[in-house]
């Protein structure tokens, strides 16, 4: 057990459908991530989150859309999505977003599959 | 742009042997470092943080160093068993604008039984 808890550990879904992600942390952590691992490349950051308050975008396509409802839960909203899309999606979250307290605690994962 | 390279790629050896991960980052303004395994499929395990002003970090087995002069860090591994097979990734943060990790590849190891 991590801390982090994410769900559904796979999903296959298709190019028109709506799905979402939940990530929950049962740490205490003010900060939370989304990841986006793919096939020989290294983990992208998506979304950063502090005190419920969007940080980053990082240049995210609309179609992924975050949100977080308090500092203990995050989702991510998939609408419209293209195989290439396909990939392994990450929650992290640590004690604070700046200074040293951001020790990163992560998920098991999504397996997310567009076909 | 911030990049992380770790050496080897990959790496196989027999159970027993020490071993030594490699990681270089172009970026000396970092606040840590962090080493991680990850198995096939799964999320990732925080193994090591080493904070700016450390020089290494122990746990167990694990062993990490860090010179930031020369941007770069070590990860240990003593006595190598086959479950320390994984994929072991380094990141760092450096609290600039990309508020968050900044990853390597990873090093794929193998610990022949």
């Known amino acids: 057990e991590t801390g982090v808890t994410q769900t559904p550990r796979h999903l296959v879904m298709g190019m028109t459908n709506k799905k979402s992600l939940k990530c929950e942390q049962h740490?205490?952590?003010?900060?939370m991530y989304w990841y986006k691992q793919s096939a020989k490349k290294p983990l992208e950051l998506m979304f950063v989150?502090?005190?419920?308050?969007?940080?980053e975008n990082n240049s995210v396509p609309s179609r992924f859309s975050p949100e977080c409802p308090n500092s203990s839960h995050l989702f991510l909203h998939l609408h419209t999505l293209q195989p290439e899309d396909s990939a392994l999606y990450l929650c992290?979250?640590?004690?604070?977003?700046?200074?040293?307290?951001?020790?990163?605690?992560f998920g098991q994962g999504t397996r997310l599959t567009v076909v | 742009k911030q990049e992380v390279t770790q050496i080897p790629a990959a790496l196989s050896v027999p159970e027993g042997e020490n071993l030594v991960l490699n990681c270089s980052f172009t970026?000396?303004?970092?606040?840590?470092l962090q080493w991680f395994r990850q198995d096939p499929g799964k999320g990732l395990t925080s193994l090591l943080l080493?904070?700016?002003?450390?020089r290494e970090q122990t746990s167990g087995r694990l062993n990490a160093s860090l010179d930031k002069s020369s941007g770069r860090s070590t990860l240990y591994i003593a006595a190598s068993q086959p479950g320390d097979s994984a994929t072991y990734l380094c990141?760092?943060?450096?609290?600039?604008?990309?508020?968050?990790?900044?990853f390597g590849k990873g090093t794929h190891l193998i610990i022949q039984p």
């Open positions: 970026d000396s303004a970092i606040y840590n």
């Open positions: 740490l205490g952590h003010n900060a």
């Open positions: 080493i904070q700016s002003s450390q």
């Open positions: 989150y502090s005190l419920e308050e969007r940080v």
């Open positions: 990141a760092f943060y450096s609290g600039g604008g990309a508020d968050g990790l900044t």
């Open positions: 992290a979250s640590s004690q604070d977003r700046v200074g040293t307290n951001t020790e990163a605690f």
